[in-house]
């Protein structure tokens, strides 16, 4: 963790944000962004993680439950296998666990890209339950990678966003004691220090009891 990432995170931590979106936060500000971009399941919150994303063209979101006129409504429980718009960049943060035909989620978001387009997303693993209006799965790396190329997808490259047993531990405990001021930003840095001696017995800690995955591919 750089200098700079350790006052970011804090700062997000004392926002009341969860570890999980800090660091879905810090994946998508490192993406340099060229062209057009779809946030698919995104609104505009002052929370959605796509707010980070460097870009300069205007983002545009996808979500049939949005009252917004600007945003693009489609249902992603159905396969839309001729899509009137495509986009340089396709971001799908933190939904594909919410859809329940989620291969129908995948083939639209491939078919929402042009050729050559990026496609970028996160899901939880060792989280809470967060319907949205439902929550359905938890996927492991092995499920996102085969998921992504049956789709068509191609370059699939897929990151652990931390983990840990008391990161985990963390990330749970932290939904409670995020009302004592600053007490969160305490709690992590000692849960990361206590996960760090576990790691000197167990190099696998992280790969074992991963927080979530970020993922990007290409079509």
């Known amino acids: 963790m750089s200098f700079k990432n350790f006052f970011y995170i804090n700062k997000l931590i004392s926002s009341k944000y969860s570890i999980l979106r800090v660091l879905q936060i810090l994946e998508v500000r ?55 718009y495509q986009f340089d960049n396709v971001f799908l943060i933190n939904v594909l666990e919410h859809i329940y035909n989620f291969n129908n989620c995948l083939n639209n978001c491939y078919s929402f890209l042009r050729k050559g387009g990026n496609f970028f997303g996160s899901t939880p693993f060792m989280f809470r339950i967060h319907s949205s209006p439902n929550d359905f799965f938890r996927f492991t790396e092995q499920s996102l990678r085969r998921s992504l190329e049956s789709v068509g997808f191609i370059n699939i490259k897929i990151s652990v966003l931390d983990g840990g047993i008391f990161i985990c531990f963390y990330n749970s405990l932290s939904i409670i004691t995020q009302k004592i001021p600053l007490f969160n930003n305490i709690l992590l840095f000692f849960f990361k220090f206590l996960d760090k001696i576990v790691f000197i017995f167990s190099k696998k800690n992280k790969e074992t009891y991963p927080l979530g995955y970020f993922f990007s591919a290409q079509k």
């Open 30 to 84: 490192k993406l340099s962004i060229q062209g057009s971009v779809l946030d698919v399941g995104g609104r505009r919150t002052s929370n959605n993680v796509t707010n980070h994303i460097l870009c300069q063209d205007n983002i545009i979101y996808l979500d049939k439950f949005s009252d917004d006129k600007r945003d693009l409504k489609v249902d992603l429980e159905k396969l839309n296998s001729r899509p009137d």
